[in-house]
């Protein structure tokens, strides 16, 4: 069976220091793959997907940035955080046309 | 483009009673629609989904959702709810070839006691 993982699931940053939240899925070749965010209380906001390793679409122009170096893993960067970068990021994969989602990390920039 | 709306942000219920929460969607092409349930500081997880076949689908959890295309809906429904259904819903569409999921915005579903 397909398994997803995120990491770390909470994290703490002040204002300006670089990010790294990794995705990695097991059980399956070749997925697609997302990173989402979400504010407090909000929907959720699609920030980047990727179709195979080194493809990377962004969804919204902004200070964060996604690779993709192997084909399981899907990484989400920044190299001066925001405020308004805090929220829950949500990594998920796709076979077919359904997502399946990881656990979550829980980014506080102070 | 496709889109997605949640007719209702909140939804209180007593326990042991029925719940439907409702979803629209607007496209001009065939679709697939999804409802997920998110629980408190959880990532979501798929209740049941839409491909094709029979119009009413049967998911876990003892959900159930009616595609309706005519009216283009997609309303979920559980004749009996627990406290353990408080969550947050979303409803998501996507249509053939495309690689992502449109969302709407949630329902919070709330079961009082």
């Known amino acids: 069976s397909q398994t997803i993982h995120q990491w770390p699931a909470t994290l703490v940053q002040p204002v300006g220091s670089p990010l790294s939240l990794e995705c990695t899925v097991e059980?399956?070749?070749?997925?697609?793959l997302y990173w989402y965010r979400q504010a407090a209380g909000r929907g959720l906001q699609l920030l980047f997907y990727s179709v195979g390793i080194g493809q990377i679409s962004s969804e919204v122009p902004q200070n964060l940035s996604a690779s993709r170096p192997q084909d399981r893993q899907f990484i989400l960067s920044s190299k001066k955080l925001l405020l308004s970068d805090s929220g829950f990021y949500l990594c998920?994969?796709?076979?077919?046309?359904?997502?399946?989602f990881g656990p979550g990390t829980r980014l506080t920039v102070t | 483009a496709q889109s997605v709306t949640q007719l209702d942000s909140q939804v209180p219920v007593f326990e042991e009673a029925p719940v439907e929460l409702r979803c629209n969607y607007s496209?001009?092409?065939?679709?697939?629609l999804f409802w997920y349930v998110q629980y408190p500081n959880q990532g979501l997880q798929l209740l049941l989904k839409y491909l094709s076949g029979s119009t009413l689908v049967k998911g876990i959890n003892g959900f159930e959702a009616e595609f309706n295309k005519s009216q283009t809906s997609f309303h979920l429904r559980k004749p009996s709810v627990h406290i353990s259904d408080t969550a947050e819903y979303f409803c998501?569409?996507?249509?053939?070839?495309?690689?992502?999921?449109?969302f709407g915005q949630g329902t919070r579903l709330t079961i009082n006691p």
């Open positions: 998920a994969w796709s076979w077919g046309y359904e997502q399946y």
């Open positions: 998501a569409v996507t249509r053939r070839g495309a690689q992502k999921l449109v």
């Open positions: 059980g399956t070749s070749n997925p697609n």
């Open positions: 496209s001009s092409v065939s679709v697939y």
